[in-house]
């Protein structure tokens, strides 16, 4: 997903931090709101509800930070950049989701089922969750739209884009988003099932739900950015591309070994065992590379780092039998 404009390219951590910031004041106004209506209404599900936006608030707060971290240029103690800091501080982020929101809703869902609870008045839960509604379904709306943009540029459908961006604000926030407006429809079918019943246990059951619901956003986030700080290759017909362009060079007879590596939704480092035919002189070879990286860094303006090592093939490594019998 490297093959856009460099304009693009230099727009969207500008876009990341917006569609975060949206969603971090859109949560803050609504965790005040669903705390306050969970307290007049004894609502454990509402009680949920309000941890679920705390967390994602916080969630948000963590990865402006990390949005802030990755722009920091290289120095000489990280030559390779800051890129990895914001998946160091969105990993966090999700930490936070699970403990914050999934692991207090579970428990809020339990303890209302085991030592049950008198449902209070609800029309002010169903008040803040109407607001809740609009307010989140702007946030998701801005998150999405960036990932449309973005899955356009790149040809593929927003599903794919999601799935596979290394963007993880934008997945975070479409992410947290799409289960808040879930987790509000729930917590309103909890208090519709208590007000209807006089029970407490679908409050208690809209609560479990609630979490079940949190934890998994939050593994599915922190997998992602898991597989992110270990190390994730560009997507395999990027790399296809990246090899033809290398071999397209006539100073080259094959690429040996390719080695790719996302360091962040814009930036990316190749690195290449070129085998250059024997007959090409070193000034040659030099320009060989120059050119290469070039032309790799013009196709792909996401790749920032090109790094082509020569080296002989697999009939050159050992030398002759002659000399390698001495």
Not at 72 to 91: C, F, K, Q
Request: charged content about 20%; proline content about 5%; overall charge negative.
């Amino acid at each position: 997903m490297g093959e856009t404009t460099s304009s693009a390219a230099a727009d969207g951590g500008g876009e990341s931090t917006f569609t975060v910031a949206v969603a971090a004041l859109a949560n803050l106004g609504i965790a005040v709101a669903k705390a306050v209506a969970g307290v007049v209404s004894g609502s454990s599900a509402m009680l949920s509800e309000a941890a679920h936006s705390v967390a994602d608030t916080v969630t948000e707060l963590m990865l402006l930070v990390s949005l802030r971290s990755a722009r920091r240029p290289a120095d000489e103690d990280h030559p390779l950049g800051y890129g990895g800091a914001r998946y160091v501080w969105a990993l966090l982020a999700s930490v936070a989701t699970f403990v914050g929101g999934g692991v207090f809703a579970l428990y809020d869902g339990i303890h209302t089922l085991t030592h049950g609870e008198e449902p209070g008045d609800p029309l002010v839960s169903y008040v803040v969750l109407g607001i809740a509604f609009l307010l989140e379904g702007y946030s998701l709306r801005t998150g999405l739209k960036q990932a449309r943009g973005a899955a356009e540029r790149f040809d593929v459908h927003v599903k794919h884009y999601l799935r596979h961006t290394p963007d993880t604000a934008v997945k975070a926030v479409v992410m947290e988003d799409s289960a808040a407006l879930a987790g509000l429809v729930l917590a309103a079918g909890g208090l519709l099932g208590g007000q209807l019943t006089g029970s407490g246990v679908w409050d208690g059951v809209a609560s479990l739900a609630i979490g079940v619901l949190l934890v998994y956003v939050a593994w599915v986030l922190g997998h992602a950015n898991a597989e992110l700080l270990i190390g994730r290759p560009l997507p395999k017909p990027m790399r296809a591309q990246v090899r033809a362009e290398l071999l397209a060079d006539p100073h080259v007879v094959d690429v040996l070994e390719l080695t790719t590596l996302l360091q962040g939704p814009r930036e990316a480092l190749v690195a290449a065992k070129v085998n250059f035919r024997d007959v090409s002189t070193a000034a040659e070879v030099e320009r060989a590379c120059d050119r290469m990286a070039r032309r790799v860094r013009a196709r792909f303006p996401a790749v920032r780092r090109v790094y082509l090592d020569p080296t002989p093939g697999p009939d050159q490594a050992c030398g002759s039998p002659a000399e390698s019998s001495r």
